[in-house]
């Protein structure tokens, strides 16, 4: 990894390879959730069932100077794609690659395991997260899955 400047100060990141069960993983998760319940309101209980990934073999947590700002991971959703899940950053890291870096690990891990395509969800009352996922090469793309019935849901594909 390398270095971050966060507030005019130089800070080391650190991206670990894990699986959904890992414990920073797992709180940042839960404070995932409580952002996407603050923003979404009764649409976040509409889509907390679909959203739950459960046990994912394959996650990242990225640290910064030994704190946990942000994490991702993926599934197999079919032979030949991934579907992303959980990419969260802190809000006082956000604007600072941190989000960048964890897609980018997680679209690597993915092409080195074969696969040819990364699918993912995300909320209507995000458009942080809408913008994001167009500037790196996403395309929206008809709802997929547990998604197809969510009105609050944005769906977008990118090939690896």
């Not at 994490?71 to 959980?86: H, L, P, W």
């Amino acid at each position: 990894m390398g270095d971050i400047d966060h507030g005019n100060q130089v800070a080391m990141m650190n991206l670990v390879y894990t699986n959904s069960t890992q414990s920073d993983f797992q709180k940042l998760c839960l404070e995932l959730e409580k952002e996407l319940f603050e923003r979404d309101g009764d649409l976040a209980d509409v889509n907390y069932e679909i959203n739950k990934a459960g046990y994912m073999e394959n996650a990242v947590v990225l640290y910064i100077d030994g704190l946990a700002v942000g994490c991702g991971a993926f599934r197999n959703y079919t032979g030949d794609a991934v579907e992303i899940k959980r990419m969260y950053v802190i809000p006082s890291y956000r604007r600072n690659n941190v989000a960048s870096e964890i897609l980018a690990a997680l679209e690597n891990s993915s092409r080195i395991k074969g696969f040819k395509e990364a699918l993912l969800e995300t909320g209507k009352n995000q458009p942080e997260a809408i913008a994001f996922y167009l500037k790196h090469g996403y395309a929206e793309i008809e709802k997929f899955g547990g998604y197809v019935d969510s009105e609050n849901s944005i769906c977008f594909k990118k090939l690896l």
